[in-house]
């Protein structure tokens, strides 16, 4: 059974760094990728990361792009978000996301086939 679970949220000042972890297991073989999203309070889902297994290539959505870093952990089952220099629009529950669209070059979708519960990041004024 497929399983990805989000860590490493919390409540943090602007301007301040988070790491998030996704742990993933139950898959046969590497997944072709995994996608962080992000969903604020009253606003839909967006795309924030990810990276693909496929090539090995990253995406950044504008948004977050020079303050975040998304990295596969040493376990290989692991893949990280750095965020730093974080604002208060930032303020999110964050979701890991397994198996959709990825490219470095065309960005990301955002249907993907398995999900996390979530990891919340506050970030306060």
């Known amino acids: 059974q497929v399983q990805l679970v989000e860590s490493g949220g919390g409540l943090v000042q602007s301007g301040g760094s988070l790491r998030l972890s996704c742990t993933f297991s139950g898959f046969t073989v590497d997944p072709y990728a995994i996608g962080w999203f992000r969903q604020a309070p009253g606003r839909e889902r967006e795309a924030v990361s990810c990276?693909?297994?496929?090539?090995?290539?990253?995406h950044y959505e504008d948004s977050v792009k020079g303050r975040f870093t998304i990295s596969e952990g040493r376990m290989k089952r692991t893949v990280y978000l750095q965020m730093s220099d974080l604002k208060p629009e930032d303020t999110a529950t964050y979701y890991c996301?397994?198996?959709?669209?990825?490219?470095?070059?065309?960005?990301?979708?955002?249907?993907?086939?398995?999900w996390g519960r979530g990891t919340r990041v506050t970030v306060s004024s």
């Open positions: 996301a397994a198996d959709g669209f990825c490219s470095g070059d065309y960005g990301m979708g955002s249907t993907y086939d398995h």
């Open positions: 990276i693909s297994y496929y090539d090995g290539s990253k």
